[in-house]
């Protein structure tokens, strides 16, 4: 429905943008607008995303957040969220990230959806993703909240993009067909000492049912997933924080490796 004025979606949309481009920490906004309903979470999320937009910036895939009881028992959230990716998000395998450019970040094991047809719900099932997909591959995510401490309720971490900043992909892509999406291991290690294992029925039961859950909510504001869109699922297990000097690596059984360094 909607409780807040366009104003304000449009106030609070440039706060956390700023917050994300500044580097600055905010307190989470539900703190001062109580009123607000999922609803205008989701609007100030896609203001958001039109400021981008309109600054030249283009939107390079979605994700979804808190899609395992990993994440969601970390957090303290028991919904999944999505989120975009913007361009200047992408980093590539064996990449670099100045972690003062950030502000807590954190890093998640991920796994991608590439998809070749047009995903629209509601009604979209884990067939219709597995028949949409042309490849899956690996992602590394790194999120970092703008809120003070990764402290946040639903709504609040809705609004903030899902926490997203950057993502790296690398591995080796292969079609959902040869790979055994709920058994698929993943080993995350840091300056390596391994701090995660999971495995892919982590999330949602089934990595290709976070895709469907995407498509479905996308579905209740008239928006698709269009055929060539890239798709993280969400942390298969908890997420890690990382400090300046940190490398990483994660492990994909079948699917190669993702490494990475906080400088
Ligand atoms: C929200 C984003 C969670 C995931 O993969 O679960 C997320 C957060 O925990 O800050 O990206
Ligand atoms: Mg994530």
Redesign the pocket.
């Given at each position: 429905m909607g409780n807040l004025t366009k104003p304000e979606i449009e106030q609070l949309a440039e706060h956390l943008e700023n917050a994300e481009l500044q580097c600055m920490e905010v307190i989470k906004i539900t703190d001062d607008f109580p009123q607000m309903d999922y609803e205008d979470a989701f609007d100030i999320q896609w203001e958001i995303r039109r400021r981008k937009v309109d600054r030249g910036t283009n939107i390079v895939g979605m994700?979804?957040?808190?899609?395992?009881w990993a994440?969601m028992k970390q957090?303290g959230v028991e919904k999944p969220?999505y989120g975009f990716l913007a361009d200047y998000f992408s980093v590539p395998d064996g990449g670099e990230i100045k972690h003062e450019a950030l502000i807590h970040p954190k890093i998640?094991a991920?796994l991608a959806f590439v998809t070749n047809r047009t995903l629209k719900g509601p009604g979209v099932n884990i067939a219709d993703v597995l028949r949409a997909t042309d490849f899956v591959m690996p992602a590394v995510?790194v999120?970092d909240?703008r809120y003070k401490d990764?402290k946040f309720d639903l709504k609040s971490?809705i609004a903030d993009n899902?926490?997203s900043t950057r993502f790296f992909t690398g591995g080796r892509m292969a079609s959902a067909a040869s790979l055994d999406l709920k058994n698929i291991g993943v080993v995350m290690e840091i300056n390596g000492e391994v701090v995660e294992t999971g495995a892919g029925a982590a999330v949602l039961g089934h990595p290709a049912a976070s895709v469907a859950m995407l498509a479905n909510m996308l579905g209740e504001r008239d928006e698709e997933l269009p055929a060539g869109s890239f798709v993280m699922i969400?942390?298969i297990t908890a997420?890690v924080a990382v400090n300046k000097g940190d490398s990483f690596i994660v492990r994909y059984q079948d699917l190669g490796t993702i490494s990475g360094k906080f400088t």
């Open positions: 994700k979804m957040g808190l899609t395992s994440k957090m969220c998640e991920e995510e999120i909240s990764f971490v899902s926490s969400g942390a997420a």
